[in-house]
């Protein structure tokens, strides 16, 4: 299934870019009347910030090295604008699954619809997001890496193209590690990769001329039925309690103060 | 009727202004402090795309519609109105005549450098003795063989200065017409011509990193063909640059109200006075209210006075009128926003600080508010002179 050396040219890079539409991180979210999920009518969705890096990413491995950028994403029609900016920042093609039976079933399954639709289209790089910022899985890189039987390296800040291979330098507890990996594979983006490009009038005018193919899971041979269902089902969705006001710590000298303030954290807060 | 605006004007939105929080707003107020035009921010709009939007493709621009131009510099004023006065008379004022006016080999010859944004181009007008009375301009050019003679002066000219300045559109006095009024053409000088002299002016009060200029023309000669269209016709390009205009303008007003309300919205929430953050308070809430309210009648004024444009219907009256209320409308925004800041509403350090300055441009140039009135009264048929 997966394309051979003989389907790509020689030193020219063919980079997939996993990419979810996901609330603007400055909406005013707010819990729908049924409890278990939030309000989207007056939403503004914008690209994951962390998919942003990824797009990013792959255009410059592109300007370097040739080759093309396909971006790929699950979604509904709305998706569409998100898919068209990444294309007005200059990747090459679009392409949206945008079919019922692939939507609210959880992580893994839209990570098996993304690994069946990446299989069709000829890569040596797949680069995702760490995590999207609606849900925080973290799962849907990594889990499309397994479904594609590739390496997959997580939370990368800084990427060195080989030949046929890659080498990562990704952010571990206190420090950076660097690893090497064969083509092809997948990477995840962290905070720091690089600073993603504006989408600038020209590269507005050019995305209209652009492909972008609408699939469904019959495309790829899938059927709702081979999707499992959520693996986590929500019960209730809260926003977080609000926070209560300060509290100023009296006292004559600062001796005192931090008398009092020790009493306080041991006493009422229990957290010393 | 469809009130939405297409995914492209959407994206366009976002990214200029993401592009205008990032690269403009952290700078905007050294620039203003020092009187400073920058070169730095000015090549980041230029990669952008932003000169040249609704220029087509053939001649560099964007082949963008006018609700595109609209909608970007309506986001630059959101954050700051320098910026947003050099991509508005850079585009309305410098590209568009030689745009719409230009001979083929004029527009080969400026067009490309302009829309790249390597260059910037001025649009020569007011005098100091002829403001609202443009037709008054005592700014003359004769012909003397193949060569204009030019003589006079411009002043308060956006962009005719800085060191990418390629020239200037002036509008001078060619003759009189048969009836006995002046005949005005609109004749092309480049920047480094002999006689030409264009001067930075200082001490603003608003604008301040926007460059403004006074042009000399000292038997100032240029080539005959340097002529804008015909001759005579200068005075009908000026006015109907000048309806293009204001719609840039309104979409000053419009942004610049915005960057007001989204401040001053984000103040109130944080700022505590007797124990509560001041937005709950209704003397605050209810200015905030009346402030998006203003707003969103100035952008459906302003938007459809782009559709009217774009659809090649007449709009002049509308431009007044989105000129008009855009500007009076951010008046009263920048107005509220330094009252809701309060003492530190008074101080640099906030931005409402700035934009109550720059304000009060939007009520004077391109045709005052006054001159807005004149235009509309007429329009609707009042006997007004």
Same mark, same amino acid.
């Given at each position: 299934?997966?394309? %051979?050396?003989?389907?790509?040219?020689?030193?020219?890079?063919?980079?997939?870019?996993?990419?979810?539409?996901?609330?603007?991180?400055?909406?005013?979210?707010?819990?729908?009347?049924?409890?278990?999920?939030?309000?989207?009518?007056?939403?503004?969705?914008?690209?994951?910030?962390?998919?942003?890096?990824?797009?990013?990413?792959?255009?410059?491995?592109?300007?370097?090295?040739?080759?093309? *950028?396909?971006?790929?994403?699950?979604?509904?029609?709305?998706?569409?604008?998100?898919?068209?900016?990444?294309?007005?920042?200059?990747?090459?093609?679009?392409?949206? @699954?945008?079919? +019922?039976?692939?939507?609210?079933?959880?992580?893994?399954?839209?990570?098996? @619809?993304?690994?069946?639709?990446?299989?069709?289209?000829?890569?040596?790089?797949?680069?995702?997001?760490?995590?999207?910022?609606?849900?925080?899985?973290?799962?849907?890189?990594?889990?499309?890496?397994?479904?594609?039987?590739?390496?997959?390296?997580?939370?990368?800040?800084?990427?060195?193209?080989?030949?046929?291979?890659?080498?990562?330098?990704?952010?571990?507890?206190?420090?950076? *590690?660097? @690893?090497?990996?064969?083509?092809?594979?997948?990477?995840?983006?962290?905070?720091?990769?690089?600073?993603?490009?504006?989408?600038?009038?020209?590269?507005?005018?050019?995305?209209?001329?652009?492909?972008?193919?609408?699939?469904?899971?019959?495309?790829?041979?899938?059927?709702?039925?081979?999707?499992?269902? +959520?693996?986590?089902?929500?019960?209730?969705?809260?926003?977080?309690?609000?926070?209560?006001?300060?509290?100023?710590?009296?006292?004559?000298?600062?001796?005192?103060?931090?008398?009092?303030?020790?009493?306080?954290?041991?006493?009422?807060?229990?957290?010393? | 009727?469809?009130?939405?605006?297409?995914?492209?004007?959407?994206?366009?939105?976002?990214?200029?202004?993401?592009?205008?929080?990032?690269?403009?707003?952290?700078?905007?107020?050294?620039?203003?402090?020092?009187?400073?035009?920058?070169?730095?921010?000015?090549?980041?709009?230029?990669?952008?795309?932003?000169? %040249?939007?609704?220029? &087509?493709?053939?001649?560099?621009?964007?082949?963008?519609?006018?609700? &595109?131009?609209?909608?970007?510099?309506?986001?630059?004023?959101?954050?700051?109105?320098?910026?947003?006065?050099?991509?508005?008379?850079?585009? &309305?004022?410098?590209?568009? +005549?030689?745009?719409?006016?230009?001979?083929?080999?004029?527009?080969?010859?400026?067009?490309?450098?302009?829309?790249?944004?390597?260059?910037?181009?001025?649009?020569?007008?007011?005098?100091?003795?002829?403001?609202?009375?443009?037709?008054?301009?005592?700014?003359?050019?004769?012909?003397?063989?193949?060569?204009?003679?030019?003589?006079?002066?411009?002043?308060?000219?956006?962009?005719?200065?800085?060191?990418?300045?390629?020239?200037?559109?002036?509008?001078?006095?060619?003759? &009189?017409?048969?009836?006995?009024?002046?005949?005005?053409?609109?004749?092309?000088?480049?920047?480094?011509?002999?006689?030409?002299?264009?001067?930075?002016?200082?001490?603003?009060?608003?604008?301040?990193?926007?460059?403004?200029?006074?042009?000399?023309?000292?038997?100032?000669?240029?080539?005959?063909?340097?002529?804008?269209?015909?001759?005579?016709?200068?005075?009908? $390009?000026?006015?109907?640059?000048?309806?293009?205009?204001?719609?840039?303008?309104?979409?000053?007003?419009?942004?610049?109200?915005?960057?007001?309300?989204?401040?001053?919205?984000?103040?109130?929430?944080?700022?505590?006075?007797?124990?509560?953050?001041?937005?709950?308070?209704?003397?605050?809430?209810?200015?905030?209210?009346?402030?998006?309210?203003?707003?969103?009648?100035?952008?459906?004024?302003?938007?459809?006075?782009?559709?009217?444009?774009?659809?090649?219907?007449?709009?002049?009256?509308?431009?007044?009128?989105?000129?008009?209320?855009?500007?009076?409308?951010?008046?009263?925004?920048?107005?509220?926003?330094?009252?809701?800041?309060?003492?530190?509403?008074?101080?640099?350090?906030?931005? *409402?600080?700035?934009?109550?300055?720059?304000?009060?441009?939007?009520?004077?140039?391109?045709?005052?508010?006054?001159? $807005?009135?004149?235009?509309?009264?007429?329009?609707?048929?009042?006997?007004?002179?």
């Amino acid at each position: 299934m997966l394309p %051979g050396p003989g389907a790509r040219k020689e030193k020219n890079v063919d980079i997939v870019v996993l990419l979810k539409q996901v609330p603007a991180t400055e909406s005013l979210i707010q819990v729908a009347d049924d409890g278990v999920s939030i309000k989207t009518e007056e939403l503004k969705w914008v690209i994951n910030p962390y998919d942003e890096f990824a797009v990013e990413e792959a255009l410059r491995i592109r300007e370097a090295q040739g080759g093309s *950028v396909t971006v790929l994403s699950v979604g509904t029609d709305k998706a569409v604008e998100a898919i068209r900016t990444a294309l007005a920042m200059g990747a090459d093609t679009g392409v949206l @699954v945008n079919d +019922p039976a692939a939507l609210g079933k959880g992580a893994l399954a839209t990570a098996r @619809v993304l690994a069946a639709a990446v299989k069709q289209i000829p890569f040596d790089l797949v680069i995702a997001g760490q995590r999207a910022v609606d849900a925080d899985q973290f799962q849907v890189g990594p889990a499309v890496a397994e479904y594609l039987r590739i390496p997959n390296v997580s939370m990368v800040i800084k990427t060195e193209l080989l030949d046929g291979s890659i080498r990562c330098h990704r952010t571990i507890e206190g420090g950076t *590690v660097v @690893v090497e990996s064969p083509l092809p594979m997948l990477f995840t983006t962290q905070r720091g990769l690089n600073e993603p490009r504006y989408a600038s009038l020209p590269g507005i005018m050019k995305a209209k001329k652009k492909p972008l193919e609408t699939k469904t899971l019959a495309d790829f041979g899938l059927d709702a039925g081979a999707l499992e269902g +959520p693996t986590a089902r929500i019960r209730a969705l809260s926003p977080p309690a609000e926070r209560g006001g300060g509290r100023i710590i009296e006292g004559e000298s600062a001796a005192e103060k931090a008398a009092a303030l020790v009493k306080a954290l041991h006493e009422e807060a229990k957290v010393i | 009727m469809d009130f939405e605006l297409s995914m492209d004007h959407e994206i366009l939105r976002d990214s200029v202004r993401s592009f205008a929080e990032k690269e403009i707003k952290p700078v905007a107020q050294t620039l203003d402090k020092e009187e400073t035009f920058s070169y730095d921010t000015m090549a980041k709009m230029a990669e952008l795309g932003l000169f %040249g939007i609704f220029v &087509s493709e053939e001649y560099g621009g964007q082949g963008m519609d006018y609700l &595109s131009y609209i909608i970007a510099t309506e986001e630059i004023a959101r954050v700051d109105g320098s910026h947003a006065a050099t991509i508005a008379a850079g585009n &309305s004022l410098g590209i568009g +005549p030689l745009y719409y006016y230009g001979s083929e080999e004029q527009k080969k010859k400026y067009l490309p450098k302009l829309c790249s944004g390597e260059a910037l181009w001025a649009f020569g007008l007011t005098e100091p003795n002829a403001g609202s009375d443009a037709a008054n301009s005592k700014t003359t050019a004769v012909l003397d063989g193949n060569e204009w003679v030019i003589n006079g002066s411009k002043i308060f000219i956006t962009n005719g200065s800085t060191d990418i300045s390629a020239g200037s559109t002036v509008m001078c006095r060619t003759g &009189s017409r048969e009836d006995g009024r002046p005949e005005l053409s609109c004749i092309l000088v480049e920047n480094g011509t002999p006689g030409y002299t264009a001067k930075v002016m200082h001490d603003k009060m608003m604008w301040r990193s926007s460059n403004t200029s006074e042009l000399y023309f000292e038997d100032c000669r240029v080539p005959k063909e340097n002529l804008l269209g015909k001759r005579g016709h200068g005075f009908y $390009q000026m006015m109907e640059t000048l309806d293009g205009g204001r719609l840039s303008i309104g979409a000053m007003g419009l942004g610049g109200a915005q960057g007001c309300l989204d401040m001053t919205v984000r103040y109130a929430n944080e700022r505590e006075q007797f124990g509560r953050p001041i937005a709950t308070f209704q003397a605050n809430a209810f200015k905030l209210a009346d402030m998006a309210t203003e707003i969103d009648a100035a952008r459906l004024m302003l938007y459809r006075a782009c559709w009217l444009r774009d659809n090649e219907k007449p709009f002049s009256k509308e431009a007044a009128m989105a000129k008009l209320y855009c500007s009076e409308v951010m008046y009263r925004c920048a107005n509220h926003a330094v009252q809701i800041h309060g003492g530190y509403g008074l101080m640099k350090e906030y931005d *409402v600080e700035r934009f109550y300055r720059d304000q009060k441009l939007l009520d004077i140039g391109e045709g005052t508010s006054e001159v $807005q009135r004149i235009v509309i009264a007429r329009h609707i048929g009042a006997k007004c002179l």
